[in-house]
Structure formats: C-alpha cells, structure tokens
C-alpha cells in the first residue's frame, strides 16, 4: 500500500467516524434542547448571544445548490463563525439532518443551519462534539474551513 492510499483511506476512515459523531451530537442536543433550527432562527441566537453557540451544521443538496439567497445567508453565517471561533461543517442532505432535529421531517421546512448550544444553566458536554471540534481544527490546519461530513444512512 502505497503512502497516496494510506492518506485516502485514513482519510475515509476519519469522515465516517465524523458523520457518526455528528448523528451522535445532534441527537443527544436534541434531548438536552440545545438545537436551534432553521436560518433566520440561527441567526437570531448568533446575533443575542453568540457565546451560547458551540457548533454551527449547514446543509444543503443539489436542490438547493442555485439559491442565491441561501448562498448569502450561509456565507454570513460562515463568516459570522469564524469572527466567533465557533466550528461548523457542512452537510449535503439536507433530509437526512431534518430528521435527525426534527419530530417530522415534514415540519421542518428549513432545516438549512442548525446550532448546537450551551443551555443557560450550565455547560452542556458530549464526549462526541469535542471529536466534532478536533476534526475541524485539523481541518482548518489543512486549509478545509468549512469542512464537509456525511450523516451516515438509516
């Protein structure tokens, strides 16, 4: 095996555990409501109170690849992020994470940004999002800012 496939493989090896600790995060914050669905509705908690977010998923598919509107409000909220040192990836199913937040995937219309958040009354841990955040400090050390991961199927 050369080196080439060594770094692929470690490569795909590393993705895959990724998707699975971000199924494992967002689920766990749902249970702790500490989820904020939705564009406008994230924006709305980065612009209060930035400090309480601590992990930032945007999504989208190929449907949704040519909304010029959704292309600015996620440039916005990428930049806001960064400004914030708050980590974020980006996932490409956007149906796949609407009913992992959601109670119905057909009630969540916008299901385009997701925030996870610290709950008021203290610090809310999970062994998984601090693999979340190591992967995208690695990643922004590769120059990959807003890396992409795949929610692993049903």
């Known amino acids: 095996?050369?080196?080439?496939?060594?770094?692929i493989q470690k490569s795909a090896e590393r993705a895959q555990c990724t998707g699975q600790a971000l199924e494992e995060v967002l689920v766990s914050a749902?249970?702790?409501?500490?989820l904020t669905v939705g564009?406008?509705?994230?924006?709305k908690v980065m612009n209060l109170d930035p400090d309480s977010v601590s992990f930032c998923v945007l999504a989208t598919d190929e449907q949704f690849e040519c909304d010029i509107a959704l292309q600015i409000h996620f440039t916005l909220i990428q930049s806001f992020c960064f400004d914030n040192d708050i980590s974020i990836v980006r996932v490409?199913?956007?149906?796949?994470?609407?009913?992992?937040?959601?109670?119905?995937?057909?009630?969540?219309?916008?299901a385009h940004c997701v925030l996870i958040t610290n709950p008021a009354e203290g610090s809310w841990e999970d062994p998984a999002l601090e693999k979340l955040h190591?992967?995208?400090?690695?990643?922004?050390r590769l120059n990959d800012w807003v890396p992409?991961?795949?929610l692993p199927g049903r």
């Open 39 to 43: 564009v406008y509705e994230c924006a």
């Open 92 to 110: 490409s199913d956007v149906q796949r994470l609407a009913e992992l937040v959601g109670d119905k995937a057909e009630q969540l219309e916008d």
């Open 148 to 150: 992409e991961v795949s």
């Open 134 to 140: 190591l992967f995208c400090e690695e990643s922004r």
């Open 30 to 34: 749902k249970d702790n409501q500490s």
């Open 1 to 7: 095996m050369t080196l080439e496939e060594v770094l």
